[in-house]
């Protein structure tokens, strides 16, 4: 009996172990299973905020995506309008050009017409009698016909004395360029007209009478756009009278005051290597 009691009391002393065990074992379990269950709560928050903030990018990247094509097209609107508004302003300017043309060309035949009418002489109130030997000669009656240039416009004489020059009327176009020059010296077509003179006496050949031509226009008209190929013109002159050494001045002035885009500067170059390869004599 007393065996049996002692045999009790060990198998209910290894068994209270064996039972703690278990409800720790239990609770453990437990708290694992709270934990993956906050897990997934903490993965499907995650998840939610993941898919809110994406759809937020996308929102924002979508409004930035708006603006930036009302941007755009504010923009090129912008520019439509700017570059119609350069347009209108050079359309503009181009009229007033055209107009100041005009007017100035009504100027100047107002201004030949007024030159071209002939004063009248002052006539006396008092008439002296005609036996009086202290009267004033009587004024002698103009008589003549005004010059051929009266009441022309410097653009008409110009334009006729380049008709000449085209047709090959030589004397006309000096005649003509040489009375516009004596009438409109200060035109902005003089340097035109001292440079057509030398043209039509290099076409005749007479090379000293256009060299002194195209240094009238150097020298006259300095701020002129004749300059250059007048410098071009004259060293084909002086190169005709056989004088290289003033040709090569006259193509070098040229390069001095062309820039590369200037046509006349490239003939003047090519006469200047072709002068180069001559063989000295």
């Known amino acids: ?80 309008i700017i570059d119609d508004m350069g347009k209108d302003l050079r359309a503009i300017r181009e009229r007033v050009d055209d107009t100041n043309v005009r007017v100035s060309n009504v100027r100047e035949e107002l201004e030949a017409l007024r030159t071209s009418i002939p004063v009248a002489p002052p006539v006396s ?17 103009t008589t003549g016909a005004p010059p051929s240039t009266a009441g022309l416009s410097p653009t008409r004489m110009f334009d006729t004395a380049r008709a000449d020059y ?36 290099y076409a005749q050949n007479r090379w000293t009478d256009a060299i002194s031509a195209y240094t009238a226009v150097i020298q006259s008209y300095p701020m002129g756009d004749k300059v250059a190929e007048a410098y071009y013109k004259r060293g084909l002159a002086q190169e005709r009278l056989g004088d290289l050494d003033a040709a090569r001045e006259s193509w070098n002035n040229v390069l001095q005051r062309t820039q590369e885009s200037d046509p006349v500067r490239a003939l003047a170059k090519q006469n200047l290597d072709r002068v180069a390869r001559r063989p000295t004599p």
């Open 166 to 201: 085209a047709a090959g009327q030589w004397s006309l176009a000096l005649t003509g360029f040489d009375a516009f020059l004596k009438t409109f010296p200060r035109s902005e077509m003089a340097d035109d007209a001292q440079f057509l003179i030398g043209e039509t006496y």
């Open 125 to 141: 109130s008092f008439p002296a009698s005609p036996g009086d030997p202290n009267a004033p000669p009587a004024p002698a009656p």
């Open 1 to 80: 009996m007393k065996r049996l009691m002692t045999l009790s009391i060990v198998a209910l002393t290894l068994a209270a172990p064996a039972s703690a065990q278990s409800r720790e074992q239990r609770q453990m379990m437990a708290d694992i299973r709270m934990l993956q269950e906050q897990t997934q709560e903490l993965n499907v928050a995650i998840a939610t905020m993941t898919q809110a903030l994406q759809d937020s990018l996308k929102a924002v990247n979508t409004r930035l995506d708006t603006a930036n094509d009302a941007m755009r097209k504010g923009f090129a609107d912008q520019k439509v």
